[in-house]
């Protein structure tokens, strides 16, 4: 066999990886709730269901026990991604199995295990991405991976509803609908195992004591706990109560949310630290201790923050603005964001793949980056024309499977190109740090490093989302989205200073 078809077989053995982590988001989320719903179940209790998923935010915790902890028995990450997603095809036969309406407690215990699993498998996918992509690979191969991942999303977030409408689907409750999905996790394993091309890396740390590590995990774990309990029941109602005493209209009420939240993480990142050091969490305080003595570190780890920021605070509330301030129909917003939108973020990650093959991950970061913070001039343009500045277009009825609309819809013209060139160089943006993170990581601890850098990259999305909510009515949407092209500027000036660096990682001189 060629190098060239060998290569190609390395590519898209990620597709269906993609696909096996997109498949089990919405079982946790949109889908369980329309299964709740049906069982006509409260809607407390769908809410407070909803907790199911806190695995996904968590999941950088033991992250490293499966870095230390390796099964050998089919390769290198290939038996964790095994194992993970056998387990996760059982639970979803079990859920199958399961009744929401007469045995809740049983059925959110399901849920939390298979929210457990699905971020595990996350873990593992990405970790087994990252060995086995060369540098020159990973622009393309992320992209895949993105395309399958959508593609999972759609089939268990989009299909599976139409399998379960009663009126225009087919008809299929929801017990036969996680049936079918346990199934097809069967046949990903079966692929996992039988397909996805072997790796072989030594490790290059010194293995800790299995018990060390173990123990280490639980004081973590107890550490964010403890973290979590004082911001909750001290920080943040004791600034509540300044913010109400400052301002009894309860105008700075979301300001000391935010602004215990990071007191809340000051605190408990310090103290989980330190924990980790005393304890001996030796396989995390290894992957930390190698990523941190690489040369502009820090700087790496605070471009990741800042690279997607300008997009981010702009998207958190873009639905809002469409709907109540440019007035369009919720209707037109979901055909534009969720028929067209997503496809145009897999044609994004794809294209911007395709071109980091050529143009290299310093260019196509820049490249990028330059057109994630253009492409809210579309929006900028929304709140200064209004619709109606490009025409409108009548899209009709099309049913494509994967894909659908079930009836004739208005389609307004600005809004159409805004959301499709905001969806594409996002799409771009997002395969290219997801390469920059794979190179990063070294390959003894890529569950690890990839995890925590991971974390990093949506740690934007968390604290910009609020504060987007507090200044958008004060200054107005048009100095809105010119705030938020200017937000993205300190990650692209921070680029230009780590050109050489990243340059080096291109070509894999700082990789061990």
């Given at each position: 066999m060629t190098y060239s078809k060998i290569r190609l077989i390395r590519l898209?053995?990620?597709?269906?990886?993609?696909?096996?982590?997109?498949?089990p988001l919405a079982l946790t989320g949109q889908a369980m709730q329309a299964w709740l719903t049906q069982e006509d179940l409260d809607l407390a209790t769908i809410g407070f269901l909803s907790l199911v998923a806190l695995p996904y935010t968590f999941k950088f915790l033991w992250a490293p026990l499966m870095d230390r902890f390796e099964p050998n028995w089919l390769g290198r990450r290939r038996s964790w991604i095994v194992a993970c997603q056998l387990a996760l095809?059982?639970?979803?036969?079990?859920?199958?199995?399961?009744?929401?309406?007469?045995?809740?407690?049983?059925?959110?215990?399901?849920?939390?295990?298979l929210a457990f699993l699905s971020a595990s498998q996350d873990v593992v996918i990405d970790a087994y991405r990252t060995d086995l992509l060369m540098p020159s690979e990973r622009g393309l191969g992320s992209s895949l991976a993105v395309f399958g991942y959508r593609l999972g999303m759609i089939v268990s977030g989009g299909i599976a509803f139409i399998w379960a409408d009663p009126a225009s689907g087919w008809n299929w409750n929801w017990s036969h609908v996680y049936n079918l999905m346990g199934y097809i996790m069967l046949g990903l394993a079966v692929y996992s195992l039988l397909v996805l091309p072997k790796i072989v890396i030594p490790t290059q740390m010194?293995?800790?004591?299995?018990t060390t590590d173990l123990i280490g995990f639980i004081a973590v774990l107890l550490t964010v706990a403890t973290g979590y309990g004082i911001t909750n029941h001290f920080i943040e109602p004791g600034l509540t109560t300044l913010g109400l005493s400052l301002s009894p209209e309860g105008q700075l009420k979301r300001w000391m949310q935010l602004l215990s939240l990071l007191a809340g993480l000051l605190i408990t990142v310090p103290l989980a630290t330190l924990v980790t050091r005393r304890i001996g969490f030796e396989t995390l305080n290894a992957a930390l201790d190698q990523f941190f003595l690489r040369d502009k570190a820090m700087g790496f780890l605070i471009f990741i923050v800042l690279y997607k920021l300008g997009d981010a605070f702009a998207g958190s509330i873009t639905t809002p603005f469409l709907i109540k301030a440019a007035a369009y129909s919720q209707a037109e917003v979901g055909v534009v964001n969720k028929v067209i939108g997503i496809w145009m973020t897999i044609l994004g990650a794809l294209l911007g793949g395709t071109l980091m093959m050529r143009l290299g991950m310093y260019k196509s970061l820049l490249l990028f980056g330059v057109l994630q913070m253009l492409s809210n001039l579309g929006f900028y343009a929304i709140a200064v024309l209004g619709r109606g500045?490009?025409?409108?277009?009548?899209?009709?009825?099309?049913?494509?499977?994967?894909i659908s609309l079930a009836s004739d819809s208005q389609v307004d013209g600005?809004?159409?190109?805004?959301?499709?060139?905001?969806?594409?160089?996002?799409?771009m943006g997002t395969a290219a740090i997801v390469a920059f993170i794979m190179s990063l990581c070294n390959k003894s601890f890529s569950a690890t490093q990839y995890a925590l850098l991971s974390a990093f990259a949506t740690l934007g999305r968390v604290w910009v989302g609020p504060m987007a909510g507090v200044?958008?009515?004060?200054?107005?949407?048009?100095?809105?989205?010119?705030?938020?092209?200017?937000?993205?500027?300190?990650?692209?000036?921070?680029?230009?200073r780590l050109q050489p660096k990243?340059?080096?990682?291109?070509t894999n001189v700082e990789q061990t």
């Open positions: 898209f053995s990620l597709l269906p990886l993609g696909f096996a982590s997109g498949l095809a059982a639970v979803l036969l079990a859920m199958a199995g399961s009744n929401p309406g007469s045995n809740l407690q049983q059925f959110a215990v399901l849920a939390t295990l010194k293995l800790s004591k299995p500045a490009l025409g409108e277009f009548t899209l009709p009825a099309f049913d494509w499977v994967i600005l809004l159409l190109l805004a959301v499709a060139v905001e969806n594409i160089t996002g799409g200044l958008a009515p004060g200054t107005g949407w048009p100095l809105f989205f010119l705030l938020s092209m200017l937000l993205a500027v300190p990650g692209l000036l921070l680029l230009l990243i340059n080096a990682l291109e």
